[in-house]
């Protein structure tokens, strides 16, 4: 089974540039959640979807942040203007109705804003 | 509000020794799940162990085994003949919200294994 995809796993960014993430869930897997993670913390939620419908995004900033899952499978995160303080590692993560209680989390992709 | 604490910012063992990484949470609620994760230099969160709360027994995984005090809310990770792979950040996990399962992680431990 292949596991949670994103791409790209490293972008480097000026500030005020636009940015995407893209993440690819485990097959099967209705709910999707994007994590960002700041330098020496543990991953906070920004965003969780169950199939296409984003159910809780009190956490993602929403002047600059944005996210879509059409079709309830990929899902893309975007920051714009990007600001300095963006940088972190975004992480992806999904989980199953086999599983409801595991999440199963993707390789990150890691922001640097100049 | 849901805190997951992780005391230990950083611990070292000896290459085939046994250490035991602590984690406290706060929670009022009676049923619900635990997680350890692993996450390596690549940043990859890999999970390591689950207990359910309900459940009595610790579990087990392999060289992994959990210490889980329902009563004190402490969950604590026990790394048996430690291996250099197990040289990694250990996060402490908690679903804030049962329903949607949203994970509240500790500040973490880095773990140091010595040869």
């Known amino acids: 089974e292949a596991g949670v995809v994103q791409s790209p796993r490293y972008k480097i960014i000026e500030k005020k540039q636009p940015v995407a993430f893209w993440c690819n869930p485990i097959?099967?897997?209705?709910?999707l959640y994007w994590y960002r993670q700041n330098l020496g913390q543990g991953p906070e939620l920004l965003i969780r979807?169950?199939?296409?419908?984003?159910?809780?995004d009190s956490q993602l900033p929403k002047d600059r942040f944005s996210a879509e899952r059409l079709k309830g499978v990929d899902s893309t995160l975007k920051i714009q203007p990007a600001e300095l303080g963006d940088s972190a590692v975004y992480l992806c993560?999904?989980?199953?109705?086999?599983?409801?209680?595991?999440?199963?989390f993707g390789p990150g992709t890691r922001l640097t804003v100049l | 509000a849901q805190t997951v604490t992780q005391s230990q910012p950083e611990m070292s063992v000896q290459e085939a020794e046994t250490v035991t990484l602590s984690c406290t949470y706060d929670?009022?609620?009676?049923?619900?799940?635990l997680f350890w994760y692993k996450q390596p230099p690549s940043r990859q969160m890999i999970l390591v162990i689950r207990?359910?709360?309900?459940?009595?027994q610790n579990a087990t995984e392999n060289r992994f085994s959990v210490n889980f005090q329902k009563a004190a809310k402490s969950f604590s990770l026990k790394i048996s003949d430690s291996q250099l792979g197990d040289a990694a950040m250990y996060f402490c996990?908690?679903?804030?919200?049962?329903?949607?399962?949203?994970?509240?992680f500790g500040g973490g431990t880095r773990l140091m294994v010595k040869p």
């Open positions: 993560a999904s989980r199953g109705l086999g599983r409801p209680d595991t999440q199963y």
């Open positions: 097959s099967g897997h209705n709910t």
């Open positions: 979807y169950e199939n296409e419908e984003a159910v809780d």
């Open positions: 929670t009022s609620e009676s049923d619900y799940y």
């Open positions: 207990q359910e709360a309900y459940k009595q």
């Open positions: 996990a908690y679903p804030a919200n049962n329903a949607g399962n949203m994970l509240t």
